[in-house]
């Protein structure tokens, strides 16, 4: 069973910057696919952005040139710099952790943290 702690949210002004972070108990998150992910209002959760256990990243366009996600796997963290934030970035986001053992997909998803940029 994998814990995942998520902090860092909060009120921001638009044009401003936060950093998440998500804390992973266990011994399998060096070997994890790591995600972010966000929901706003009214909307379906969508992947904002995902970093391999080797490091190779994707991003959705939205965030592209404004967030990096990142991961330092001798803390069992991972984490997602927001910079320029925007209005539409507004959305509790999710941190995700995905690995497989012997075939089989363990997925597991922190409680998640409210991002507010304000106009």
């Known amino acids: 069973q994998v814990q995942l702690v998520e902090s860092g949210g909060g009120l921001v002004q638009a044009g401003g910057s936060l950093r998440l972070s998500c804390v992973a108990s266990?011994?399998?998150?060096?070997?994890?696919?790591m995600a972010w992910y966000r929901q706003a209002p009214g909307k379906q959760r969508e992947l904002v952005a995902d970093?391999?256990?080797?490091?190779?990243?994707t991003y959705a366009d939205s965030v592209k040139g404004r967030f990096t996600i990142s991961r330092d796997n001798t803390k069992n963290t991972g984490y997602l710099q927001m910079n320029n934030l925007k209005p539409d970035d507004t959305a509790v986001y999710y941190c995700?952790?995905?690995?497989?053992?012997?075939?089989?997909?363990?997925?597991?998803w922190g409680q998640g943290t409210q991002v507010t940029v304000s106009s």
């Open positions: 995700n952790t995905v690995y497989w053992l012997i075939g089989v997909q363990h997925n597991y």
């Open positions: 266990g011994k399998v998150f060096s070997l994890s696919l």
């Open positions: 970093i391999t256990s080797g490091g190779r990243t």
